[in-house]
Antibody, heavy 121, light 107 residues
Framework: EVQLEESGGGVVQPGGSLRLSCAASGFTFASFAMTWVRQAPGKGLEWVSSISGSDDITYYADSVKGRFTISRDNSKNMVYLQMNSLRAEDTATYYC??????????????WGQGTQVTVSS | DIQMTQSPSSLSASVGDRVTITCQASQDISNYLNWYQQKPGKAPKLLIYDASNLETGVPSRFSGSGSGTDFTFTISSLQPEDFATYYCQQYDILPITFGQGTRLEIK
C-alpha cells in the first residue's frame, strides 16, 4: 500500500523558515515525481512545487519561486520542502502527493494527510 | 497561466440525483484534465484522470468527458458519501492549476 506522511509543520513568524518532510512507502520511490500542493484555510488547492524522480528537475509556482526549495533523498524515500522568507499568505495545509509520471507532474495519487503551516507574528 | 473555471461553485442535491459539474479551461488543454474529490478535513482523492479515465477502485457512477476547453464531471446517482468538494486540475502547461472547486451539499 502506498503511504505518504508529512511532518514539519508549525507556527512561524513572518520572514522565518520551515522544512517540511514527506516519508513515502509502498512503491519504487525513485520512479515517480513528487509534488507539494497547499490549501489555505477555507480555500481551494494550489500547486506549489514538483520534483522529478531522479532529482534533477524541479518546478515551482511563481508565488514560491526563489523562497521555497524542493528536494528528495531517494535512499531514504523522502521528499522535502524548504520554505524560507515565509509570508502570511503561505499559511496553509501542505500536502505531499505522488505523481504518476517520473519527470513531469501530471496527476496526483495518493496524497498524504497534510501538515499545517501557520505564518503569524 | 491557464485558468480553470468550475461551474457551479456550489450545488445542492438529493441522494439518487444525477449531478453534473463543468470545468472550462482558458485555453486548449487537450484531455490533460483530472478530477478530485475532497471531504472536510481530508486530503483530496483522485477520481478521474485524462478527462475520462476512472481511477482504479472508484465507483462507476463517477464519469468524466470533454476535451479542448470544456469538460464535464458527472455522478449518475448520488450516494450519501459523495457529498464533498470536487476540483478539476489541468496539467497541459505548467504551472499546474486547479479549478476553484464545487461544493456538493445535501438538499
Amino acid at each position: 500500500e502506498v503511504q505518504l506522511e508529512e511532518s514539519g509543520g508549525g507556527v512561524v513568524q513572518p520572514g522565518g523558515s520551515l522544512r517540511l518532510s514527506c516519508a513515502a512507502s509502498g512503491f519504487t520511490f525513485a520512479s515517480f515525481a513528487m509534488t507539494w500542493v497547499r490549501q489555505a484555510p477555507g480555500k481551494g488547492l494550489e500547486w506549489v512545487s514538483s520534483i522529478s524522480g531522479s532529482d534533477d528537475i524541479t518546478y515551482y509556482a511563481d508565488s514560491v519561486k526563489g523562497r521555497f526549495t524542493i528536494s528528495r533523498d531517494n535512499s531514504k524515500n523522502m521528499v522535502y520542502l524548504q520554505m524560507n522568507s515565509l509570508r502570511a499568505e503561505d499559511t496553509a495545509t501542505y500536502y505531499c502527493a505522488k505523481d504518476t509520471n517520473v519527470i513531469v507532474p501530471n496527476w496526483f495519487d495518493p496524497w498524504g494527510q497534510g501538515t499545517q503551516v501557520t505564518v503569524s507574528s | 497561466d491557464i485558468q480553470m473555471t468550475q461551474s457551479p461553485s456550489s450545488l445542492s442535491a438529493s441522494v439518487g440525483d444525477r449531478v453534473t459539474i463543468t470545468c472550462q479551461a482558458s485555453q486548449d488543454i487537450s484531455n490533460y484534465l483530472n478530477w478530485y474529490q475532497q471531504k472536510p478535513g481530508k486530503a483530496p482523492k483522485l477520481l478521474i484522470y485524462d478527462a475520462s479515465n476512472l481511477e482504479t477502485g472508484v465507483p462507476s457512477r463517477f464519469s468524466g468527458s470533454g476535451s479542448g476547453t470544456d469538460f464535464t464531471f458527472t455522478i449518475s446517482s448520488l450516494q450519501p458519501e459523495d457529498f464533498a468538494t470536487y476540483y478539476c486540475q489541468q496539467y497541459d502547461i505548467l504551472p499546474i492549476t486547479f479549478g476553484q472547486g464545487t461544493r456538493l451539499e445535501i438538499k
